[in-house]
């Protein structure tokens, strides 16, 4: 059975930083790209980053570019959102996401991130 369980999330001030975790279990993690996806209340999903079976490729939406930055570690099956320079439009529950081979997504159940003074 797949797995995805997002962790980390919480409120925090302005400038502020957090760590999202999502571990992965039910597949073959090490040869998947892994997604971090956001979604704020009214507004359509975003993704917000990807990260290649290796992590050799990388993009992020220019929005979080030089403040966000993901990485993974495939010995513990789990993919990280590293968030600093935290604004209040970061505000969304965010989740970490897969499409296997045979074309199906995968999704976690997000983690509430508020950025507020």
């Known amino acids: 059975q797949v797995h995805l369980v997002e962790s980390g999330g919480g409120l925090v001030q302005p400038g502020g930083s957090l760590r999202l975790s999502c571990a992965a279990s039910?597949?073959?993690?090490?040869?998947?790209?892994m997604n971090w996806y956001r979604q704020a209340p009214g507004k359509e999903r975003e993704l917000v980053a990807d990260?290649?079976?290796?992590?050799?490729?990388?993009n992020y939406v220019d929005s979080v570019k030089g403040r966000f930055t993901i990485s993974r570690d495939n010995a513990k099956n789990t993919v990280y959102l590293q968030m600093n320079s935290l604004k209040p439009e970061d505000t969304a529950v965010y989740y970490c996401?897969?499409?296997?081979?045979?074309?199906?997504?995968?999704w976690g159940q997000g983690t509430q991130v508020t950025v507020s003074s």
């Open positions: 996401n897969t499409r296997l081979l045979t074309r199906r997504e995968y």
């Open positions: 990260i290649s079976s290796h992590g050799g490729s990388i």
């Open positions: 039910g597949f073959t993690f090490s040869i998947v790209t």
